[in-house]
């Protein structure tokens, strides 16, 4: 993933925001990085336009080598589906759905699995959960940290190369948010890119490398007291 120069603006009651400023930014295959800063920086924007759920006012993002500005809405959201995991401070599952129907909804809009498939990846992510014994509960069923373990399991079920989590342990408590935690160091060592929004130091510092944002601008990129070892062209934002 690589951005150049993007800008993006909201408009409200004829009033001008400009969320994000000439942000620059380079990730590779990968990594697994943290995005901080105070509420209302930008954070949660720049999450938005890496996962394509937006779009930038100005600028250029280049995804796997593809313009996304060339890509049509069917193309984003086939990129969103197959590529593209999301975990969600709120949880975000369906109130009335199951525990397996909410980790199956993403995975019955892919025309490219069967139905056995299918459920072969609901059971696999449950379980690497630890949550396959409440397939059958409803989300009002269970605790805020065992809503988030589907919420991931959601997010992981069709394998994605990439994943987004914006706040992931906002909403729990130090035992679950570790829990969480590990769970994504996992998913990192399996092979995934990982980018994660988030106000906790001690999970910023799980990250291999950390920026940071305030006022819609790249103030900080560097390697995160977890990585000992500094890799130049794995560092390639540039602050402005």
Known sequence: MELSNINKVFLTDEVETLALSKINLKINKGEYLSITGP????????????????????????????????????????????????????????????????????????????????????RQSLLKVDMAHRSNHFPSQLSGGQQQRVAVARAIAGSPSLILADEPTGNLDSKNAKAVMTMLDQLHEEGATICMVTHDPRSADRAERVIEIYDGKIVSDQMSKKSSIHTPNQVSAIAV
């Open 39 to 122: 509420s209302g920086c930008g954070k949660s924007t720049l999450l938005s336009l890496l996962g394509l759920l937006d779009t930038s006012s100005g600028g250029t993002y280049h995804l796997a080598g593809h313009d996304a500005s060339d890509l049509t809405r069917d193309e984003r959201a086939h990129i969103r589906n197959k590529e593209i995991g999301f975990i969600f401070q709120s949880f975000n599952l369906i109130s009335d759905l199951t525990v397996a129907e909410n980790v199956e909804l993403p995975l019955s809009y892919r025309q490219d699995l069967s139905k056995n498939q299918i459920e072969s990846l609901v």
